[in-house]
């Protein structure tokens, strides 16, 4: 008896059955579940982008910073620089040195600081840091023209 009222074609009119409220409620949270992860991940991934962002345009202003002085006044060594750019605080750490710096495999610097009167070369490393994370490095070297 009790089969029969739940799938009643009689009291059509009356709304849905328990049926079918079920099969729609089954539907409507498996695709919950299987969106929401998608969500959290990209929104996640947003948030990386604008780190990013922001520490490719640090990089590039310090980087315009450095060409404005003479070579021979740049700081030659490691020096470290908390910066803040696009609402976020980054940590950026700049190597200057006089030969081919040298990356190692646990991303430390080895780099020389030697001044010889001819050498008009700087090696700039700079490696900008979130939470201790790193999030962007770039390599270039500097020449003064004569």
């Known amino acids: ?9 009689k009291h059509k009119n009356l709304g849905a059955t328990l049926a ?5 409620f089954t539907i409507v949270t498996t695709t ?9 991940s990209q929104k996640e991934e947003n ?5 990013l962002t922001g520490a490719i345009n640090l ?21 470290t620089i908390q910066k803040e750019t696009s609402g976020y605080s980054y940590e950026l750490k700049q190597y200057i040195c ?9 991303q430390s610097v080895t ?15 700079l490696s900008i840091e979130k939470n201790e994370k790193q999030i962007y490095k770039v390599q270039t070297a500097f020449t003064r023209l004569r």
């Open 59 to 79: 990089s590039k202003e310090h980087l315009d910073d450095l060409r404005r002085q003479k070579i021979i006044d740049l700081p030659l060594g490691k020096s």
């Open 1 to 9: 008896m009790s089969f029969y009222l739940l799938f009643s074609k």
């Open 98 to 106: 006089t030969e081919e710096p040298i990356v190692n495999a646990d």
């Open 111 to 125: 780099c020389k600081t030697t001044i010889e009167k001819e050498n008009n070369l700087r090696h700039i490393i």
């Open 47 to 51: 948030v990386n982008q604008k780190f």
């Open 20 to 24: 079918e409220n079920l099969v729609s």
């Open 32 to 40: 919950i579940s299987v969106m929401t992860p998608i969500f959290f």
